[in-house]
């Protein structure tokens, strides 16, 4: 009997703590609110708990957690297989496909629907949904959302020294960690590099860093440019921001080094060649082992071994002089060329791919094949 009754408070214990974390998972939209959120942009997108889609929006310099309620769990993803996604996309919205800019795409880890992010040439910012198969246009004016305003954006009017508007780097890149919602970009400050975390659900507070990083294309440090892909990842286990910027330097912040209204000088590990952009950078576990992989704008995509970077003790403060040279952590060209978008998909990976004959294709591949 004894044992009856602790098998009966054992099961009420796990019972309670299962409710507990339900309202915990509710808590987190508890004061969103239904309407328009009024994004006027969208440049980066990146998925939390619960289905809760976060939406940069650089001309409004604010973010906007998005309650999709798309939070059935599908184990069982299958493969996608989808050609001409622009084409497909512009006959749901009636428009041409000169007009329409894919800006981002992000994979709900709960459903594995995916999302795109779609500008028009007029300005209009637009969130398509597919499971690879179907598509829809989200609705944008009346929606369960909550916001933030980013402390100190740079200013709408800002230019570079070629005399491009420098707003729309406000907002480059989103992640969400561990409770936080982390932000790159540029600020006003004299050191405009940014680096922002905002608690989740949003307060008033939020932790704003300016970054330095010595750039060896370049040839010189930093603290204008803006991170532009990024991802929270442990390494030697301490966290660290693990980020990449134009022409292309792979840099490490330690988090704990990352504090509010400091400077921070990042430790740039590897030089993976000039006249280059990063655009996604993510992580895969292969055979036992772990590998960024990252997908640029004159590259193929890139496989970098997490144990390297790991063990990488220096960094880099020489110029990397001449066109495509690298120097640092090394990195394998996988056979992947042109591609635009890349996220994880279920126990792989998605991407969307501009083909040789003009196509643009979505597809999983198998990590067995990275």
């Not at 609110?33 to 929006?57: K, T």
């Amino acid at each position: 009997m004894k044992n009856f009754y602790l098998l009966v408070l054992f099961v009420g214990l796990v019972a309670l703590t299962h409710v507990h974390a339900n309202n915990e998972v509710e808590d987190l939209t508890k004061d969103f609110i239904v309407g328009d959120p009024g994004i006027e942009s969208i440049n980066a997108l990146a998925f939390g708990p619960s289905g809760i889609l976060f939406v940069g929006d650089a001309q409004k310099a604010n973010v906007v957690a998005i309650d999709t309620k798309d939070t059935d769990t599908n184990a069982e993803v299958g493969n996608v297989n989808m050609n001409k996604v622009d084409e497909k996309i512009a006959a749901l919205l009636g428009a041409n496909v000169e007009d329409l800019q894919i800006i981002d795409m992000a994979v709900n880890p709960l459903s594995q629907n995916i999302y795109f992010a779609i500008r028009h040439s007029n300005g209009t910012p637009m969130l398509i949904k597919t499971d690879g198969e179907s598509m829809e246009v989200m609705p944008m004016d009346k929606v369960s959302h909550s916001k933030v305003e980013l402390s100190n954006p740079v200013a709408e009017d800002a230019k570079d020294r070629r005399g491009r508007a420098l707003r729309r780097w406000a907002v480059s890149d989103v992640a969400y960690h561990d409770g936080k919602l982390m932000v790159s970009g540029l600020s006003n400050e004299e050191f405009s590099s940014t680096f922002r975390s905002i608690p989740f659900p949003f307060k008033t507070k939020q932790m704003h860093a300016s970054l330095e990083i010595y750039h060896a294309a370049h040839g010189r440090y930093e603290t204008y440019a803006p991170i532009k892909t990024f991802m929270p990842f442990e390494l030697n286990g301490e966290a660290h921001i693990v980020a990449s910027y134009t022409c292309t330097p792979l840099v490490l912040f330690p988090m704990s080094e990352v504090k509010a209204g400091e400077h921070t000088k990042g430790r740039t590990v590897a030089e993976l060649g000039n006249r280059n952009t990063p655009l996604d950078i993510i992580h895969i576990e292969k055979d036992g082992a772990s590998f960024f992989l990252m997908n640029n704008t004159s590259r193929p995509v890139m496989k970098i071994a997490v144990d390297e970077v790991a063990a990488y003790k220096d960094y880099l403060t020489e110029p990397v002089k001449g066109n495509s040279m690298t120097a640092g952590v090394d990195y394998i060209s996988l056979p992947y060329v042109n591609v635009l978008q890349m996220d994880k998909y279920g126990d792989g990976v998605l991407m969307l791919q501009r083909r040789s004959n003009g196509d643009l294709a979505l597809f999983t591949t198998n990590k067995n094949r990275l």
